[in-house]
């Protein structure tokens, strides 16, 4: 008797309140989707008070959507202030790396290591109201006064505008530029972008909503689908 081999199942519907993702099963396709809220948690735990995302909640959730048979694509929504660079960085590889169709929305705040997050889906979307914040990388914590120290948080600058440059329309020079800009943080560098200014700045596709979200990751779906049937 021939034994099938056992698919990857889809992740659980029932985890909406632990980790904030539930797939979804229409006539269209189906979607898995997941949230990004709060402060990205990395090797740290932040306090019981924070509303944080953490990655090792993300990672396994996204390399089950790209095995799962069942699921067609994934809907990325964001709500985020940021947070760990590593942590975020990883998290953005991993969908950029899918083969599965991609669309992120990016509703309220999309700040800070939240920009990667949203341009590395394959398709980035903007709410109106959203805005954006651009600066230079941070670091909390005792820093040794080194050229050293200084080198280290300029390569962790590169990666980040690298990883953005190359998942978007904006230039590293305008990213520069935006990242340097001291005329609109109080005490701060950086430049905060609203959700028209992210479009033409080319660092997200299209200012939408949900439903535009969905209608283009549909689309995909419908356009993989073509293509897999097409090179049979």
Known sequence: MNEENPSIGAP???????????????????????????????????????????????????????????????????NTVGGDVEAGLAIAELIAGMTKPTVSLVLGGGHSIGVPLAVAAKKSFIAASAAMTIHPVRMNGTII??????????????????????????????????????????ADVGTVISGKQAVTLGLIDEVGTLSDALEALYEMIAARRRSIENGK
Do not use: W
């Open 12 to 78: 659980e519907e029932n985890n909406i309140a632990e980790t904030g993702s539930i797939t979804a099963k229409t006539a269209r396709g189906t979607v898995h989707c997941i949230t990004i809220v709060g402060q990205i948690e990395g090797h740290m735990e932040l306090p019981a008070q924070n509303k944080t995302t953490k990655y090792e909640h993300l990672i396994p959730q996204i390399t089950a959507v790209e095995q799962a048979e069942e699921i067609d694509g994934m809907l990325v929504l964001l």
């Open 145 to 186: 006064a080194v050229p050293q120290a200084f080198e280290y948080l300029a390569k962790i600058q590169e990666r980040i505008v690298d990883f953005i440059t190359s998942h978007s329309g904006i230039s590293a020079e305008r990213l520069g530029q935006l990242m340097r800009e001291t005329g609109q943080l109080t």
